[in-house]
């Protein structure tokens, strides 16, 4: 099976933006949990989806936001950037089932100036 | 509340010592999941294993073994022989009952093999 990817790769972008990273989970599975990794915070749940809907938040601003298709692929959003959001967002799928382990996507690393 | 610590923040070791990775979890909740990730530089985060609370069993997986031990919340990481590959950020990872699952990261563990 082909893992999760993640498009794009890297993007640079200027403060006051928005961004758009998404995220196409390992076939099959219906949950994709998106986090923030930084140097200073560390790695960060942001938010799940599973079967398009929200299921799990985070405790980030509603800058950040996200969105789940029909085939299970998913989008995260955010706007207004600022420099604190540099960091690699990285895009995790599993079957849904609780606790099954998630397998985790290259990441996006996005880059604020 | 949820936590995990991992006191480590690098090691470097001699290529085919053996290394453990430390890793102390708090949690309120009764079942709860334990994990580690490995992150090489490409970035990507590799699962390795997940435990849950009422298996204290050990396991060994090749030169990779895990001892779970409740009574201290410890769920430490051994690799034995390492080797350069073996280089990465090796993450432990909790999962409580409550809360829906999302992963809670500790602070991670720089491993260097050094040849």
């Known amino acids: 099976k082909a893992g999760v990817t993640q498009t794009p790769r890297y993007l640079i972008k200027t403060r006051g933006q928005q961004v758009t990273l998404s995220c196409s989970p390992i076939?099959?599975?219906?949950?994709v949990s998106w986090y923030q990794q930084t140097p200073g915070q560390g790695l960060q749940f942001l938010f799940e989806?599973?079967?398009?809907?929200?299921?799990n938040k985070g405790n980030f601003p509603g800058r950040f936001s996200g969105r789940q298709f029909s085939n299970s692929r998913s989008e995260m959003n955010v706007s207004t950037l600022e420099l604190g959001d540099s960091a690699l967002y990285l895009c995790?799928?599993?079957?849904?089932?609780?606790?099954?382990?998630?397998?985790f996507g290259p990441g996006t690393r996005l880059t604020v100036l | 509340a949820q936590k995990v610590t991992q006191a480590q923040t690098e090691i470097s070791v001699v290529e085919k010592e053996d290394v453990t990775l430390d890793c102390v979890y708090e949690?309120?909740?009764?079942?709860?999941?334990l994990f580690w990730y490995k992150q090489p530089p490409s970035g990507e985060l590799v699962f390795l294993i997940r435990?849950?609370?009422?298996?204290?069993q050990n396991e060994i997986s090749g030169r990779y073994s895990w001892n779970f031990q409740k009574s201290t919340s410890s769920f430490n990481f051994t690799i034995t022989a390492s080797q350069v590959v073996d280089s990465a950020v090796y993450f432990c990872?909790?999962?409580?009952?409550?809360?829906?699952?999302?992963?809670?990261f500790g602070t991670g563990t720089r491993l260097t093999v050094i040849p």
């Open positions: 435990r849950n609370s009422f298996d204290e």
């Open positions: 989806y599973f079967s398009e809907t929200q299921r």
């Open positions: 076939s099959g599975h219906r949950s």
């Open positions: 949690t309120r909740d009764t079942t709860y999941y």
């Open positions: 995790a799928s599993r079957t849904g089932q609780e606790y099954n382990e998630q397998f």
């Open positions: 990872a909790l999962s409580e009952e409550t809360g829906a699952n999302n992963l809670f």
